[in-house]
């Protein structure tokens, strides 16, 4: 058991620290509205695993993935909400603020941006059916207590990670205040990586 958690959490850092939607996510967050507003961020993002280690756990996931009906259609729904998104962010004020202290939203808008993001992305479900399997140490075993260890140990990495990456780029946005124009910058950054997000979720 300690063996395959050991290996698990490596892959887990390797596939956090690879660029993707979310990190990339949490990045721009971070250098727009500082550290505290990425990592409130993040927290959203990881606590939606929970949901999807459940689905997971008691098999829905496989269920839902197999209607191609249903799969689709919560695709169509999660690409909708993420052009939602850069929409707001167009119609926002170019002028951003890139201190902690006065970020474009609470911190509890940010976490709930985060968990919605994370579970209206099927394919984090269609991950978490081929990444997990793999790492049951006793498939003869109860299999629900495997799939919520596994779980939560990817939360705890992941979120250490994503964190570690919200610090880095919250120190650069200090730096950034020096930049005249670089608030219409990163408003447009946010537009792409909304857009690119709904375009890869789409995507087959």
Known sequence: MIE???SFSIATLALAISPGPDNIYVLTQSLVNGTKSGIATTAGLISGCIVHTTLLAFGISAIITASEEIFYGIKILG???LIFLAYKVYKSDE???LTENAPQK???QLFKTGVIMNLVNPKVMIFFLAFFPGFLWNEGGNTVIQFYILGITFM???FITFSAIAMAAGKISKLLLEWKNMGIVLKWLQIIVF???AVFILLP
């Open 95 to 97: 002028h951003i603020s």
């Open 79 to 81: 690409a909708c909400y």
């Open 156 to 158: 705890i990495f992941s």
């Open 195 to 197: 857009i690119g997000i």
């Open 4 to 6: 395959t958690l050991i």
């Open 106 to 108: 609470s911190y509890s």
